[in-house]
């Protein structure tokens, strides 16, 4: 029967199906038995109606052996010739008779990954319908359920590709005869064979021969046996499934294996079971079931130079049994050009993550944060250090407590600072002081030895006391969490609006990812000279030190910030003041009431904001802090909130 003579109907496919069964008795390979290809399934009318691009079309053509049906285009041919110039893989050799099992594909976001995992998984499901009795054609118990797994990075993940996976099926008329409706849920679709069709029918028959009144005797129909699962990570669920297609999908972004020693598998394989390296464990095994048809499918953006991801692409790349291939976002969708607004402001904002989230790079697992250009360019030495208001500016206070008493390790690093709006509607956020509290050392008598004390917090506090009469209009004093608990009692008493900001790992993430944007974006803007005093200088130059040596250490979906663990420079004291001040401006420039409304919502204490601050030590202040704080960020005078101290 000719391809083209094909009517999707469930008679048409009942023939198709003893056809298939026919063909497997008589040994006749996959290739011969008269099925449509996966081309055809996505863009003639009667099937899928889609129109692939060309990083789709050829990937198909060659992971389904399509390249003499289906000769290259010449925007096809480009892709390869930009594969192997950029990377240094050649798509053409993988075009073989030999069986290719194993295939990845590295994209950037938008890269149409999601819509080729649910083709993948449809076109399968497909196939396995037309097999007629898939069991018995992979020689498996009758009943046994086959699955198509996609394997995904978190739940909402998974879920956007099984819709995308059940709005295709259900748009195809031949599945209608197929679809198992009573097992359609949110993560798995389930689909009758026609072998499973026919013992339902038999069943079925069966029933109606039962008298009435004997009900109990009638058997369940079955449900079908072939599944398309979509799952988060959880290799426990995942090991026992037999799948003859896995699609491990942001695969790079899976949980990372963490291990004592060198990677033991041993060690591996008691860890988190949610990891890369366990669900990889879990899932690939099972498909050797299936002999030659069994698929693994490696479908992600590019995170850092680690992990299971990485260590399969390095392999895979080199082997031709093994098809790889890696583009940017605008390389494969035509879309999202180069100079599409998001992607020139991400370069912008964080060159490294734009890297892995367009260009469809890998990067090092460990990264230098900030560059001496940024530095130089934040550092404005026309700027002196200042600890007074000169105008009405609101500014915010962060203090990161010390954690250890020994002098050469922890500082408590205190950094304050104010935001002036452009004439662009951008705000500048300007660092105006940095203090530096460490912990006294002393001679031994008895032992002629330094001796470390460890400091009392109630110097940093008289220093809050004294500071904050002078710039006079304070939005928030925020704390790292650790050692603080005292003080910010202490200064609420006083109607100070102070409060903790815990440093867990997503806020220290959202802290930094804020202020790499607005620093390399060149909005933020720190003090170059220390006062007439001195005040200022040392803690500026050790803030440009750390700011030099502050790392990004990326792990698949895993993103924090550290300073080295050896070297010149093993703090970070000041850059992580710095930084949760510019994060905090920039909320209450943006926010405005809202942001206030947050702060008092979230904060561990009750903040006293109808009363003025009333310091211990020096002039007491009138009026609040807080003035203007009722109207929405729109509607507060600007100039009055934060212009009112323009340089």
Not at 117 to 135: C, F, G, N, S, V
Not at 384 to 390: A, L, S
Not at 461 to 474: H, K, S
Not at 596 to 608: A, F, V
Request: charged share 25%; glycine share 6%; proline share 4%.
């Amino acid at each position: 029967m000719p391809v083209d003579e094909v009517v999707v109907s469930f008679l048409d496919m009942e023939k198709i199906g003893l056809e298939c069964s026919i063909a497997v008795e008589k040994g006749i390979s996959m290739h011969e038995i008269n099925c449509i290809d996966i081309i055809e399934f996505c863009e003639s009318e009667q099937w899928g109606n889609f129109k692939l691009f060309p990083a789709q079309s050829m990937f198909f053509k060659i992971a389904y052996k399509l390249w003499e049906q289906y000769p290259f285009t010449k925007e096809e041919l480009r892709l390869t010739e930009i594969e192997k110039d950029k990377w240094g893989i050649d798509l053409l050799a993988r075009c073989h008779e030999e069986a290719i099992n194993h295939f990845m594909m590295i994209v950037g976001r938008r890269g149409l990954k999601s819509s080729t995992i649910a083709i993948i998984a449809a076109y399968e499901a497909y196939r396995l319908i037309i097999k007629d009795d898939p069991q018995k054609f992979y020689n498996l118990l009758q009943g046994t359920e086959i699955y198509i797994t996609n394997a995904a990075s978190n739940e909402e993940q998974a879920k956007t590709v099984y819709n995308l996976t059940s709005d295709r099926i259900k748009s195809i008329p031949f599945f209608k005869h197929y679809l198992d409706n009573s097992l359609d849920n949110s993560s798995e679709i389930a689909l009758y064979s026609p072998k499973d069709v026919r013992d339902n029918d038999a069943i079925l028959h069966r029933n109606s021969l039962i008298p009435r009144g004997e009900a109990y005797k009638k058997e369940k129909i079955k449900n079908g046996t072939i599944r398309i699962k979509s799952i988060p990570t959880s290799a426990t669920g995942a090991r026992s499934r037999g799948s003859i297609v896995v699609v491990f999908d942001e695969f790079a972004h899976f949980e990372r294996s963490k291990t004592k020693g060198r990677g033991d598998p041993r060690e591996l394989m008691g860890g988190n079971k949610r990891t890369d390296e366990a669900m990889y464990r879990a899932l690939a095994p099972s498909s050797a079931t299936y002999g030659s048809d069994y698929k693994i499918f490696v479908i992600s953006s590019p995170a850092d130079s680690s992990g299971k991801c990485y260590s399969l692409y390095t392999s895979w790349k080199e082997q031709i049994s093994h098809y790889v291939q890696q583009f940017a976002t605008w390389e494969v969708n035509p879309m999202v050009p180069e100079n599409h607004p998001e992607i020139t402001e991400t370069e912008r904002e964080d060159p490294v993550g734009f890297k892995m989230e367009w260009a469809g790079e890998f990067v090092a697992s460990i990264n230098r944060l900030i560059s001496d250009a940024v530095i130089e360019n934040m550092v404005n030495s026309s700027l002196v250090y200042r600890d007074f208001n000169v105008g009405n500016a609101s500014y915010i206070v962060t203090l990161d407590p010390a954690k250890a008493s020994d002098p050469d390790s922890d500082t408590y690093a205190v950094a304050w600072g104010h935001a002036e709006q452009r004439d662009n509607g951008e705000f500048l956020y300007f660092v105006d002081g940095l203090k530096g509290f460490t912990s006294m050392s002393a001679i031994d008598p008895q032992t002629n030895e330094h001796v470390s004390t460890e400091l009392d917090p109630s110097i940093v506090d008289n220093f809050i006391l004294a500071l904050t009469p002078r710039l006079r209009r304070v939005v928030g004093l925020f704390y790292d969490q650790y050692n603080s608990t005292h003080s910010i009692h202490k200064f609420q008493k006083l109607h100070l609006p102070a409060m903790e900001t815990t440093y867990t790992t997503p806020y220290k993430r959202d802290m930094y990812a804020n202020f790499i944007r607005e620093a390399n974006s060149g909005n933020v803007i720190l003090y170059g000279q220390s006062n007439i005093g001195g005040e200022g200088g040392d803690e500026l130059e050790k803030f440009i030190m750390e700011a030099q040596h502050i790392q990004r250490v990326i792990s698949g979906n895993s993103i924090s910030y550290k300073h080295p663990e050896s070297g010149p420079v093993t703090t970070d004291d000041y850059v992580d003041a710095v930084a949760n001040l510019i994060h905090q401006l920039s909320r209450f420039c943006l926010l405005g009431a809202d942001y206030l409304k947050d702060i008092r919502k979230n904060s561990s204490s009750p903040i006293y904001m109808n009363h003025g601050i009333k310091p211990t030590t020096g002039a007491s202040l009138g009026g609040s802090p807080f003035q203007n704080t009722h109207k929405s960020v729109r509607s507060v005078n600007v100039a009055n909130r934060i212009h009112g101290n323009r340089r």
